[in-house]
C-alpha cells in the first residue's frame, strides 16, 4: 500500500525558510515522479514543482521559481522542497504527490498525502 506523509509546515514571517518533507512507502523512490501542489484557502490547489525521476528533469511554477527547489532523498525514501524567501502568498497547504508519470498537472499523479500547512505572516 502506497502512504505519502508530509511534514515541515509551520508559522514563519515573510522572508524566512521552511523545507518541507515527504515520505513515501510502497513506491520505489528511484522511479517514480513526485510532486508538490498548494491551495490556499478559498482558492483551488494548484502546482508548485516537480521531479521527474533521479537525476531527471524538474519544472517549477512562475510564481516559486528561483526561490523553491525540489529535491530527493533516495536512500529515506523522502523528497523535499526547500522554500525559501517566503511572501504572503505562499499561505497555503502542501500537498506532495507521487506516480509513475511525470507533469505539472494534478491527473498526472496517483498518489497523494494529507497535506501540511504553512502560514507566512506579513
Known amino acids: 500500500q502506497v502512504q505519502l506523509v508530509e511534514s515541515g509546515g509551520g508559522l514563519v514571517q515573510a522572508g524566512v525558510s521552511l523545507r518541507l518533507s515527504c515520505v513515501a512507502s510502497g513506491l520505489d523512490s528511484r522511479t517514480y515522479a513526485a510532486g508538490w501542489f498548494r491551495q490556499a484557502p478559498g482558492q483551488e490547489r494548484e502546482f508548485v514543482a516537480a521531479?521527474?525521476?533521479?537525476?531527471?528533469?524538474?519544472s517549477y511554477a512562475d510564481s516559486v521559481k528561483g526561490r523553491f527547489t525540489i529535491s530527493r532523498d533516495n536512500a529515506k525514501n523522502t523528497v523535499h522542497l526547500q522554500m525559501n524567501s517566503l511572501k504572503p502568498e505562499d499561505t497555503a497547504v502542501y500537498y506532495c504527490?507521487?506516480?509513475?508519470?511525470?507533469?505539472?498537472?494534478?491527473?498526472?499523479?496517483?498518489?497523494w498525502g494529507q497535506g501540511t500547512q504553512a502560514i507566512v505572516s506579513s
Open positions: 521531479d521527474s525521476w533521479s537525476g531527471g528533469p524538474t
Open positions: 504527490a507521487a506516480g509513475s508519470r511525470y507533469g505539472t498537472e494534478e491527473r498526472k499523479y496517483a498518489y
